[in-house]
């Protein structure tokens, strides 16, 4: 489990690195949310719609951590979600990539075990990345604002080759 925690991390770390450069917090949450938005997508198409909301489920354990663990100390208040810049493209594109490659990386671990360590991790670096916690409401909005068009993208058959094993 380590192996795959320490490969998972470098591949979102990287990414993230990557993304940083030219790329306000802002750029990195969107590429994030892009990120889990894609993994959602990719699920949903390879295994339905209750194999997504798992992920949506993790997703939300995440942000009720936080939010607990943010209670005492700020007194719980939340952070807006940040709208998208001109230079939001490139930090989407590189961490979807990422986003794919942990989804790739699920075939040669047993069960799910890349896939939800990747969504965890994602969803912990959109927390740090946001200086706080988002309203999960948002969050939801974000992750839901183009579905029907990337359920249809990613039925193609260029995307199913990388998907679930």
């Known amino acids: 489990m380590s ?5 998972v991390s470098t591949v979102i770390a990287s990414a993230m690195d990557r993304a940083a450069k030219g790329a306000g917090k802002g750029d990195l949450a969107q590429g994030l949310l892009a990120g ?24 939300h354990e995440v942000v009720v951590e ?22 939001v493209l490139r930090a989407c594109a590189i961490l979807e990539d990422a986003a794919m490659s942990c989804l790739a990386l699920n075939a040669y671990f047993p ?7 990747s ?7 959109l927390v740090d990345c ?16 183009h579905e029907a068009e990337d359920e249809e ?13």
């Open 153 to 165: 993208a990613a039925s193609e058959e260029r995307w199913t080759s990388v998907a679930v094993h």
């Open 36 to 59: 889990l938005r894609r993994l959602r997508t990719m699920v949903g198409v390879q295994a339905g719609y209750a194999a997504a909301c798992s992920l949506d489920d993790a997703i």
């Open 66 to 87: 936080r939010s607990l663990d943010a209670f005492g100390s700020s007194g719980g208040a939340t952070v807006l979600i940040p709208g998208r810049s001109p230079r």
């Open 119 to 125: 969504v965890r991790l994602m969803a912990e670096r």
């Open 3 to 7: 192996q795959l925690h320490s490969l």
């Open 111 to 117: 069960g799910n075990t890349a896939l939800n360590l």
């Open 130 to 145: 946001l200086g706080g916690v988002p309203e999960w409401c948002a969050v939801m909005d974000e992750l839901h604002c």
